[in-house]
């Protein structure tokens, strides 16, 4: 009899043992995930209160130079960048009405990599440019670039789940040799990113729209790690 008991206990514990186990791994499974090229980002769920506990701005806070007037020549209708090396880089306004109108804003001058930054209005989107006045080299960005907090990437997240007219998801570059490289880029169909915050250099908070069977939108929270 005491053995019996004593065999009825420990397969009880050994129950309760695997279900704490069980909950525990469901706890963290992650909520959603998308497959970018040959990797897959997966979302975990966060509260409101975490993600407004993050304060990093990664677009404000960032160091600027004032305008050097010898490498950047600003006119009316055109901005002519004259790169270290390389050839000049030209942005000359598109003043007919039509799809291929387009007016350039120089933004600024960003100390990392000695970047400037121009904003390009089109008839229905926009989109960011980064120009190296070391090397005249481009990288085109489909919202304001938002730099990790140790400067090695970048993300860019414009959100537009309803129109169509502006990508809906996610841009990674990485800065490399003082050069920025495309990591990935990733549409999404059925969610929008409404805001970005970087938790950490590898780690971001999301601020994600969805909308629910009757058509009204719905927010979450989501943080996911970088993969390269």
């Not at 009880?12 to 980002?41: H, W, Y």
């Not at 030209?90 to 400037?116: H, P, R, S």
Request: aromatic residues 12%.
């Amino acid at each position: 009899m005491r053995h019996i008991l004593t065999l009825a206990i420990i397969i009880l514990a050994f129950g309760c043992n695997s279900k704490k186990e069980n909950s525990k791994q469901t706890d963290s499974l992650p909520i959603d995930s998308l497959t970018v090229e040959n990797r897959t980002l997966y979302f975990d769920s966060i509260t409101l209160s975490e993600f407004e506990a993050t304060h990093y701005d990664g677009i404000k806070n960032i160091d600027s130079l004032s305008i050097d007037t010898t490498k950047i020549i600003v006119k009316h209708d055109t901005i002519l960048i004259l790169p270290k090396i390389g050839k000049k880089v030209i942005f000359a306004n598109d003043t007919i009405v039509g799809e291929n109108m387009v007016t350039y804003k120089y933004l600024k001058t960003i100390k990392l990599c000695n970047l400037v930054e121009i904003e390009a209005t089109y008839w229905e989107w926009s989109r960011i440019f980064l120009i190296s006045l070391n090397t005249g080299k481009q990288a085109e960005f489909w919202d304001f670039p938002n730099f990790s907090p140790n400067k090695k990437y970048i993300i860019s997240t414009p959100g537009d789940l309803e129109s169509g007219e502006m990508p809906n998801g996610f841009q990674l570059y990485k800065i490399e040799n003082n050069e920025l490289k495309l990591v990935f880029e990733k549409e999404i169909e059925n969610w929008m990113p409404c805001e970005i915050k970087w938790k950490s250099d590898s780690t971001f908070y999301i601020k994600r729209a969805k909308h629910d069977k009757k058509g009204i939108r719905k927010y979450d929270y989501l943080k996911t790690k970088i993969i390269e």
